[in-house]
């Protein structure tokens, strides 16, 4: 059977940006309103396939000086193994924010790494009533997130090891849940990239599980060309050949 891609899924919290102001809906704050930057209190994550779940919590000392460089250097060597990672609203806040946390700690950059948006996902191929993760994993039956309140952000800023500790917690449920969201939805969704890799050259597997076991399912047509599409039986997904059949064509084409 072909290699299975090494997948992570991960999903940080971090602290909310400081500013002066004069109104309570200030419509633009300027950069020098700045008090504080926004730093990572804790992360967790999951390679696919594997049930440990690794995560990190910043000290006391750490969460009240700002000082994350220990728990993004551990998530970095992580992210710096993966083949695709995943997470909820990775494209806007996941990899933007741990990727400039990199930066600021002056940490070296890794490889551009092949993202997944279980956000995204949700939103381009179905038509939920809502797509935060909280909301997919109840429909789905996998449970809730954990309830949490803003005191939680303020206390483990402030150094506080108990709300750390609940922070590093829901985190951690966060990451199983998402991917149990993503397995659950990755049989009806389209484009999602390759996530196996071949033993041999043209090796006849499922792209995204990497199981033989396929079965023929009609055929993807273009303006051009037809293409027999085949389904897993193991993981649900639809993929097609690379190499068009060769059907009798019509003398015109569209228009």
């Given at each position: 059977m072909a290699r299975k891609l090494r997948i992570l899924y991960f999903d940080l919290e971090t602290t909310p940006l400081i500013y002066y102001s004069w109104?309570?809906?200030?419509?633009?704050?300027?950069?020098?309103?700045?008090?504080?930057?926004?730093?990572?209190?804790?992360?967790?994550?999951?390679?696919s396939g594997e049930k440990k779940v690794h995560s990190r919590r910043l000290t006391p000392e750490e969460a009240v000086a700002g000082q994350d460089l220990?728990?993004?250097?551990?998530?970095?060597?992580?992210?710096?193994?993966?083949?695709?990672?995943v997470a909820?609203?990775?494209?806007?806040?996941?990899?933007?924010?741990?990727?400039?946390?990199?930066?600021?700690?002056?940490?070296?950059?890794?490889?551009?790494?092949?993202?997944?948006?279980t956000l995204?996902?949700?939103?381009?191929?179905?038509?939920?009533?809502?797509?935060?993760?909280?909301?997919?994993?109840?429909?789905?039956?996998?449970?809730n997130k954990i309830r949490t309140e803003f005191d939680w952000w303020?206390?483990?800023?402030?150094?506080?090891?108990?709300?750390?500790?609940?922070?590093?917690?829901?985190?951690?449920?966060?990451t199983v849940l998402l991917e149990q969201v993503f397995e659950h939805m990755k049989p009806h969704v389209r484009n999602l990239p390759r996530l196996v890799e071949a033993d041999f050259e043209g090796e006849w597997?499922?792209?995204?599980?990497?199981?033989?076991?396929l079965i023929k399912r009609g055929f993807h047509r273009?303006?051009?060309?037809?293409?027999?599409t085949w389904q897993c039986k193991e993981c649900g997904r639809y993929s097609r050949e690379r190499v068009a059949q060769k059907p009798k064509k019509v003398a015109l084409h569209p228009l």
């Open positions: 109104h309570s809906a200030p419509k633009y704050l300027p950069m020098d309103f700045l008090i504080e930057d926004s730093y990572i209190l804790t992360w967790s994550a999951k390679w220990r728990i993004v250097s551990d998530l970095r060597d992580m992210i710096a193994e993966a083949d695709i990672i909820h609203n990775i494209a806007k806040f996941d990899w933007p924010r741990i990727n400039g946390r990199f930066v600021m700690n002056g940490l070296e950059p890794v490889r551009p790494p092949r993202t997944i948006d995204l996902l949700a939103r381009k191929n179905f038509g939920f009533a809502y797509n935060k993760l909280d909301y997919l994993a109840q429909e789905f039956g996998f449970g303020k206390h483990a800023k402030a150094g506080d090891e108990k709300y750390l500790r609940k922070m590093e917690r829901y985190n951690r449920r966060d597997v499922c792209p995204s599980c990497g199981s033989h076991d273009t303006n051009a060309s037809t293409f027999q």
